[in-house]
């Protein structure tokens, strides 16, 4: 495995205020979160990049797109609605090479994710 601060994270090398954890998923707030709630969902698995995720891997996604529905579901916040976004390398915004997915909720959200 990787050593990016979401796999420090996941082997609890280091906190996070974390708020769902399945098999597959982890899922714990921003530390810089750019709506009322900005949680970011990483799946347990070693891929860089989006562009990194075989075919055949693809579930993936998946996961950590319905993990981040169930907790909007939980939280209840689905109804009103929310974003999720996943940013692939430096010009789409990564900063962290370990993909991972933006859960943005908690305000009208601007044309690009953050509250407006």
Known sequence: MSDTIFHKIMRREIPADVVYEDENVIAFRDIAPQAPVHVLFVPKVDFATLNDVPEDDAVVIGRLA???ARYAKKEGFAE????IVMNCNADGGQTVFQIHLHLLAGAPLGRFGTPG
């Open 66 to 68: 319905t993990a981040a």
């Open 80 to 83: 009103n609605g929310y974003r």
